[in-house]
Structures are given as structure tokens and as C-alpha cells.
């Protein structure tokens, strides 16, 4: 493996170690002698994966203490890389409610100030997703693309530099729920209608109807999260 790919494998590796649990916040790490001779790779490898991890605040090295796993608190969750660990291992209810909370934070304020604010190119845009995501549906990547691209062209049309700012995090939320929501079975419901619930809300320029249409949106894909997880029938 190419030595960049390489670095990038390793810090995978620990960071999903992490959210497993195999190393607690405190503990420290392998040294890089240790790491670099059980894995077969590069020292310097090595030392640039903890620089990735270090860099999303999930470790941090001292001279003679060695590397050592930060609290919680400190791990920064809404990069998007650490989400997509975060769902490859079991998230628990309470981080799925967090993000769940973000996003309802975050989507209705978006839908509303995109009714006020968006263009013809906005609205072009989120058409032609949800065209894609009724003929793909979200059991395939393209749906799921389709999805991704009409959340990003709804926070675009916010204008909002701030939020923008966070469009990729709110995107990987998007895009890491919708996957796990449907690892065991398809979803028992079309939730393209919702999607063109807010589309059309925003199409008029209906603050309102834009702000509740994105809420109910969100709290659907809640249900269909927790329903996954067997903790909604």
C-alpha cells in the first residue's frame, strides 16, 4: 500500500479502536516501535497517522509520556471522517439522539432561510435530486448521492457562511444515517415525499411551511433510525 494510503489505514484503524472502547480516554497508546513492528509498518507512518488523529483531538502526545487518548469531550465528532467510524461501529442511542438533536437544530433554520434566499439554480438543483432519489431510492448509492446533493443545494441556498461551514458535517450525519438506518432492510416507507415536502415549501417561499416541512423530515428519519436499532417497533 502506497505509504500516504498506508498512514491514513492506520489512523482508521486506531480511531475506530478508540470509539470501540479498546483504548479508554487516558490510556496511552503502543509507542511507535511497538505499533510499527505488530503492523509491519513504517515508523514514520506511524507517527503521521497520530498526527491525523491528534489533528480531530482524539489523542495527544508528550514528550517522555508517550501518546495518550483524550476525554471524550475533546474528540472532535463532527468530522466527518469520525462519524463515518463512529458508524462502523454500534453507535449508541444517546450519540444517534445527539446527532438527531444537531440536525433539528440545524435543517428547519437552514429550510427556512433557503425559502427566503434561494435561486432558480438552487431550486434546479434539489429537483433534479429528488428526481434521482425516486428512481434510485436510498438502497443505492446514486439515491443515496441524490440525497446528499439535495441537502447540500438546501443549505447552499441559506447563504449563510456560518452554516455552510457545517454543511459537511451536517452532510456526513445525513449520509452515515441513511446508510445504518438500512443496513439490515430497506426502508417500509418512500421518503422522497418528504424531501419534496420541503423542496416545494421552499419553491414558494413559505418560511414557515419550509421550517416545519424540514422538522418533520428529521424526526421521520429518526423513527426509521431507532426502528433499525429495535428500540422503536
Known amino acids: 500500500m502506497p505509504q500516504g494510503r498506508l498512514h491514513g489505514a492506520l489512523a482508521h484503524k486506531i480511531g475506530v479502536d478508540i470509539l470501540k472502547g479498546a483504548y479508554a480516554p487516558g490510556e496511552t497508546l503502543p509507542n511507535e516501535i511497538q505499533f510499527s513492528s505488530s503492523l509491519e509498518i513504517s515508523r514514520s507512518a506511524f507517527r503521521e497517522a497520530i498526527r491525523i488523529l491528534a489533528a480531530k483531538g482524539m489523542v495527544e502526545s508528550r514528550p517522555k509520556t508517550g501518546t495518550r487518548v483524550t476525554e471524550r469531550k475533546r474528540w472532535n465528532i463532527l468530522d466527518p471522517e469520525v462519524l463515518k467510524w463512529m458508524f462502523e461501529t454500534e453507535p449508541s442511542e444517546d450519540f444517534i439522539m445527539d446527532l438527531f438533536e444537531l440536525r ?14 434561494r ?23 446514486a439515491g443515496r448521492q441524490a440525497d ?38 430497506a426502508l417500509d416507507r418512500d421518503p422522497v415525499p418528504d424531501h419534496r415536502a420541503v423542496y416545494e415549501a421552499i419553491a414558494r417561499s413559505d418560511v414557515n411551511d419550509a421550517r416545519w416541512t424540514m422538522e418533520a423530515l428529521v424526526r421521520l428519519a429518526l423513527r426509521d433510525t431507532q ?7
Open 119 to 141: 435561486t432558480d439554480a438552487h431550486l434546479k438543483a434539489m429537483d433534479r435530486a429528488l428526481i434521482v432519489m425516486a428512481e434510485e431510492t436510498l438502497a443505492t448509492e
Open 148 to 185: 446528499l446533493d439535495f441537502h447540500d443545494a438546501l443549505i447552499d441556498a441559506a447563504n449563510n457562511e456560518a452554516l455552510a461551514s457545517l454543511s459537511s458535517s451536517i452532510g456526513a450525519a445525513v449520509a452515515w444515517s441513511t446508510r445504518y438506518k438500512q443496513r439490515a432492510r
Open 227 to 233: 426502528r433499525s436499532m429495535g428500540i422503536l417497533k
Open 104 to 117: 433539528l437544530i440545524t435543517e428547519p433554520a437552514a429550510a427556512a432561510l433557503a425559502a427566503q434566499r
